[in-house]
């Protein structure tokens, strides 16, 4: 690794890669919103655009972003530890299930449990944030809610 590890570059890394999903999505939610009726109805009714962003469009954009985001922290923890794995992750002493597992790595066929609590805290905390984002896309979608 050029820049080397630690926390700031793992997170560099993870928003270099995972910005241009949620900017895609942004910028479709509010393309669609702005052709909705109540917009043009706000336009013809004098309001600025200021207001139209702030009062009509970002409300409705929120619940589809929080929805994403809370799909995205899996694979944010995902690829945290398998940078941390790699041994170009988050350096000590700050703990990271990636490096305890890639720590574990070399005496696995002994001691077995030391990779397989981090690696099982790892799976249970992805599959965790996928239940919330699910829960959150079944009471947020208006689709779902009707």
Known sequence: STFGGGFWMVILALSITSWVGMARL????VLSIREKEYIEAARALGSRKRDI????IVPNILSPILIAVSFGIPGAIFGEAGLSFLGIGINDPIASWGKMVGISN???KVYWHLALFPTLAIALSMLGFSFVGDGLRDALDPKLIE
């Open 106 to 108: 070399a005496y696995v």
């Open 26 to 29: 942004v910028r479709g939610q």
């Open 53 to 56: 962003i702030f009062k009509h």
